[in-house]
């Protein structure tokens, strides 16, 4: 152990012997990597460095590197360069470096921004553990060769998605909004167009918070959450709305059930949402 040993006990979290290997307890992250860690993330919280050329960014990487070192294969780490890959970074919402995530089940969840202390940076840590704890990823990785990555969907996408998706990574929202919604027009059973387009909206709202009523304010909150990994916290938001405010109750359901699009009708969190929401209307 190193001198975290003390500051980092993690004897009474410690979790399955994992099989998962990593070339790096640090790696530079292109597109395909992120992919490989965002399918590890299911049984190995990754913690995500979005970095640039900043003294700061240094001084981050050096504690996030000690740590994870320290950490006995609890976490895998990956970073995400500014410089050589912005469109990754902006994919997760951050356009600040230097700035870390968490990464749970594929679902990417803001820790900080900028430098921060080394005791407050493992009480954020302690914290990401207890969280992977509860929801069962509690795997480990262990140095070795590269974690296998995630093979190419056999079908590919047709050019409009492209557009869509292309859009998306060069950081440009409303051009992928309008992009899925021209798709929906000719398609309006496309079930992938229609989880992209309530993706960039509420990418759009976050980005934007352009919050053009009273309502709309109050909603924000569920985005917000929505982002923060709570989907439970954020549609018990939306169904407490609704339960509240009976001339607005179609806004809400509306918002919901894109909500629901975003996180698939198979995640726990939307079948118990769906079960209350239809409690509350009948």
């Known amino acids: 152990m190193t001198e975290f040993g ?11 012997e994992g099989g998962n290997t990593v070339s790096a307890w640090l790696v ?11 399918k590890l993330s299911e049984q190995v919280p990754v913690l995500m460095l979005i970095s640039d050329d900043s003294a700061d960014s240094a001084a981050v990487k050096t504690l996030l590197t000690k740590t994870l070192e320290a950490s006995e294969g609890r976490f895998a780490g990956i970073e995400i360069s500014m410089t050589s890959a912005p469109q990754l970074a902006q994919a997760v919402g951050v356009s600040m470096a230097p700035a870390m ?27 990401v553990l207890q969280l992977a704890k509860q929801n069962n990823i509690t795997g480990t990785v262990k140095l070795g060769a590269e974690p296998e990555k995630e093979s190419e969907p056999q079908k590919p996408l047709s050019p409009e998605h492209q557009e869509a998706f292309a859009a998306i990574e ?23 167009a229609h989880a992209g387009l ?3 909206e509420l990418m759009i709202r976050l980005q934007g918070r ?15 959450l929505i982002a923060s990994n709570d989907a439970e916290g954020a549609f018990e938001h ?6 509240e405010r009976i ?28 079960r209350r929401l239809a409690s509350l209307m009948f």
């Open 6 to 16: 003390n500051a980092f006990d993690l004897s009474k979290l410690s979790g399955e």
């Open 28 to 38: 530079s992250g292109d597109e395909q990597t992120l992919r490989s860690y965002l």
């Open 101 to 127: 995530l968490a990464i749970l089940s594929g679902q990417p969840a803001p820790l900080f921004q900028g430098n921060i202390a080394q005791e407050q940076f493992l009480q954020v840590l302690s914290q």
């Open 170 to 192: 060069r950081g440009d929202f409303a051009g992928a909004k309008s992009s899925y919604e021209k798709i929906l027009v000719e398609y309006p059973n496309d079930q992938e």
């Open 198 to 200: 309530a993706q960039v």
């Open 210 to 224: 352009d919050q053009t009523s009273e309502l709309e304010a109050a909603m924000f909150g569920a985005d917000q």
């Open 238 to 243: 939306l169904l407490g709305l609704f339960a």
């Open 247 to 274: 001339d607005d109750r179609e806004a809400i359901k509306e918002r919901l059930l894109k909500l629901f699009l975003i996180l698939g009708n198979d995640h726990p969190a939307v079948l118990q949402a769906r």
